[in-house]
């Protein structure tokens, strides 16, 4: 179903009976840096805006976040979430790296169910397996497209 | 059901932060093809300028996605905010050239029902 000719780097396999393009190794682990530096930035957002009232407007929650010592390795944290991002982008395309983020979801799902014994119910589970369907299709297509990205 | 004019504003400011998130992150993609392999962003200054566009969008976004959480419930917010995966897949159709086979638009259709059946868990 790909309509992509694999590069030198980019072989194509068999998996489940279906041609998959085989994406180079080095932007899974770019996928995978993003997909962490996201969970980490939510995360430390999330401990510097702590405490802020709920009718606070933007600025101040802004104001308050900035005075935390956190706000420090927040900055870095999106300073490097931009780097890696653009070098993602540099080797693989918008459409297929971007979707790929949506990993996110069954990997914050399955770290609170083993960190925290949360709950998976049913739809949710349901949810997920269709999350990670979608990513396993996305997968198997050529990570580039394009002459522009080096993947 | 009733539905209350906040929870349309909500809803117009989750298609205005999809809106603002693929805009973001087309100026990204442009700039780093531009900067050649790796994170070259800021070699030439129209990849310069590309950054700070999409810095820009995404600052902007993050506020547009503070409001519409005010006037919305996450349950509902989450799932219409995966209609960025199909704006940033247009995009990249229509202004990167990218070539989406059916099998892409397959994996996006299902990330977008999976993310929909996540919010209404």
């Known amino acids: ?12 396999v068999m998996v489940m009976g279906v041609v998959a393009a085989k994406v180079p190794w080095i932007v899974w682990i770019g996928v995978g840096t993003a997909i962490v530096l996201d969970v980490a930035v939510q995360m430390a957002w999330k401990q510097c ?5 709920d009718s606070a407007g933007f600025a101040a929650t802004l104001t308050h976040a900035a005075t935390k010592p956190l706000s420090v390795a927040l900055a870095i944290l999106m300073a490097t ?39 998976i119910g049913a739809l949710r589970a349901g949810g997920l397996v269709l999350v990670l369907a979608g990513v396993w299709l996305i997968g198997g297509t050529a990570a580039s497209t394009t002459r522009g990205a080096h993947a | 059901m009733m539905i209350e004019p906040t929870h ?4 117009a400011m989750v298609v205005a932060a999809a809106v603002l998130e693929t805009a973001a992150q087309v100026a990204l993609k442009i700039g780093a093809r531009l900067g050649g392999e790796g994170p070259n962003l800021l070699r030439t200054p129209t990849g310069r300028w590309c950054a700070v566009i999409g810095v820009f969008f995404f600052v902007v976004e993050g506020v547009v996605w503070t409001i519409a959480l005010r006037w919305l419930d996450l349950s509902i917010a989450q799932p ?3 209609l960025t995966f199909v704006c ?4 990249s159709r229509v202004f990167l050239k990218e070539r989406i086979s059916a099998r892409r638009w397959a994996g996006i259709a299902l990330i977008l029902v999976g993310v929909a059946a996540i919010g209404a868990s």
Not at chain 1, 49 to 53: C, E, L
């Open chain 1, 49 to 53: 805006v702590a405490g802020v009232p």
């Open chain 2, 8 to 11: 349309l504003l909500g809803l």
């Open chain 1, 1 to 12: 179903m790909t309509d992509h000719v694999p590069g030198e780097n980019e072989h194509p």
């Open chain 2, 88 to 91: 940033v897949a247009l995009a």
């Open chain 1, 81 to 119: 979430q931009i780097f890696n991002w653009s070098w993602l982008l540099s080797r693989a395309d918008l459409s297929f790296v971007q979707p790929l983020t949506a990993l996110s979801y069954p990997i914050t799902a399955g770290l609170a169910w083993a960190a925290f014994d949360e709950q």
């Open chain 2, 80 to 82: 219409a905010g995966s």
